[in-house]
């Protein structure tokens, strides 16, 4: 179990894990995460489960470098075992026939955007992504996307492909042109904020996937804790997804200051 079967990097410090997993892999939904640990003493750290294969057993993560704990995960190689992993975890994503859906996703946020970008075009939804990066090098899973979008836009800081601007710029000009049913954003937490100030000012529905500081993943410890239309809600188990329309980006901002 939770053997390493392939590995790849999709830009300098973002690695995509095949993992062999075959009951995660067969009760998985899209919004669903896992909480991995590597080594006895490790942390244990969540990711959303990118993609799964039942036919192989299989579950995608997909890994940002970032400190100790993912600098362990991503130097293990092909062969190795991850210690620990559990899930499938959380809320799963309610899907259904909206109509037009927008998919914005910032950064490593299009990993676990792209089961959502599958299961909303199966369901019979005008599926229309965006994905946002500061540079190209930087935007990944653009040929899984395109495969279930029916537009894909693509905005970098810097300009060097697609369009040059913030991912609030290609939303907006969707909502612009065409009526959007639905929002799902996933990214970072200020990425998420202004987005959902913008769908706001649109009368537009918005979900928002909130990657926040867990521990246990199952609602006891309460590392993982935001406010949402006024009430404490508990990412781990009620949600990992939102009203963004709810949320207290504000304070969810001041909190994950604590771990910088």
């Known amino acids: 179990m939770n053997k390493i079967v392939a590995k790849e990097y999709l830009s300098e410090r973002v690695v995509k894990f095949e993992v ?10 899209a919004g669903h995460f896992v909480i991995v640990r590597v080594g006895k003493k490790g942390e244990r750290v969540p990711y959303t489960i990118a993609s799964a294969d039942i036919k192989k057993g299989t579950i995608t993560l997909v890994v940002q470098r970032v400190g100790k704990s993912s600098e362990k995960l991503c130097s293990l190689e092909p062969g190795e075992y991850i210690t620990d992993m559990v899930g499938p975890l959380g809320k799963a994503t309610h899907i259904e026939n909206f109509g037009t859906v927008v998919c914005a996703g910032g950064g ?4 676990p955007m792209l089961p959502i970008i599958e299961a909303m075009k199966k369901a019979g939804n005008r599926v229309i992504s965006v994905l946002a990066a500061r540079t190209k090098e930087l935007v ?3 040929e899984q996307v395109r495969q279930y979008s029916d537009e894909v836009v693509i905005m970098t800081d810097d300009g060097s492909y697609g369009e040059k601007g913030l991912i609030t710029d290609g939303v907006e000009n969707v909502i612009k042109r065409e009526k959007v049913d639905l929002c799902v954003t996933i990214g970072p937490a200020i990425m998420m904020k202004f987005v959902s100030k913008l769908t706001e000012k649109y009368d537009v529905p918005t979900v928002a996937s909130l990657n926040t500081i867990m521990v246990d993943g199952t609602g006891m410890c309460g590392a993982c804790r935001v406010t949402v239309g006024g009430g404490t809600k508990f990412v781990c188990i009620d949600g ?9 980006f504000d304070e969810m901002l001041m909190r994950l200051k604590a771990y910088n």
């Not at 062999?20 to 939904?29: F, G, Q, T, V």
């Not at 490593?108 to 990993?111: C, H, Y």
């Not at 997804?241 to 207290?248: L, P």
């Open 20 to 29: 062999e997993a075959p009951l995660i892999a067969k009760s998985r939904k």
């Open 108 to 111: 490593v946020g299009v990993a």
């Open 140 to 142: 990944i899973l653009e």
């Open 240 to 248: 990992p997804e939102f009203d963004a329309h709810k949320v207290d």
